[in-house]
């Protein structure tokens, strides 16, 4: 049997309540992307390239797994998750602890670890 379908009831009958707000979480994460205390978080999780290729300069330990990789193989993870921005009321928190100020709450995952993660903690949200 199939599901029913959603109403579109967002961008001119073009999105799902969940797609609007799944796009807006996005632009606020693309947004920002480059926050100076997530930077520097990533900076003292890192340190001088020692392998082979010459263009690397830097390599990052995931917090976890604690092995080093290049920089597109780590992701920089909020401690505290920045948790669900489902409807207007959660914008507000969202953004809070999306822009945390202290390096602390902050580190570097490397992808796996990174997936391993957030899908724990999808499952404890829930449970």
Same mark, same amino acid.
């Given at each position: 049997?199939?599901?029913?379908?959603?109403?579109?009831?967002?961008?001119?009958?073009?999105?799902?309540?969940?797609?609007?707000?799944?796009?807006?979480?996005?632009?606020?994460?693309?947004?920002?992307?480059?926050?100076?205390?997530?930077?520097?978080?990533?900076?003292?999780?890192?340190?001088?390239?020692?392998?082979?290729?010459?263009?690397?300069?830097?390599?990052?330990? =995931?917090?976890? =797994?604690?092995?080093?990789?290049? &920089?597109?193989?780590?992701?920089?993870?909020?401690?505290?998750? =920045?948790?669900?921005?489902?409807?207007?009321?959660?914008?507000?928190?969202?953004?809070? &602890?999306?822009?945390?100020?202290?390096?602390?709450?902050?580190?570097?995952?490397?992808?796996? =670890?990174?997936?391993?993660?957030?899908?724990?903690?999808?499952?404890?949200?829930?449970?």
């Amino acid at each position: 049997m199939r599901k029913p379908k959603v109403e579109k009831t967002r961008n001119a009958g073009t999105m799902t309540e969940a797609a609007y707000f799944a796009k807006i979480r996005s632009i606020l994460r693309n947004g920002f992307r480059y926050w100076k205390p997530a930077m520097l978080a990533a900076e003292k999780a890192s340190r001088p390239y020692k392998g082979e290729n010459k263009r690397l300069k830097k390599e990052y330990q =995931c917090k976890s =797994c604690k092995e080093w990789f290049k &920089r597109a193989d780590v992701q920089i993870d909020h401690i505290l998750p =920045c948790g669900s921005l489902n409807n207007y009321n959660d914008i507000v928190d969202f953004i809070k &602890r999306l822009t945390v100020e202290n390096t602390k709450a902050f580190q570097v995952l490397c992808k796996p =670890c990174h997936k391993e993660k957030t899908n724990n903690e999808k499952q404890l949200r829930n449970a």
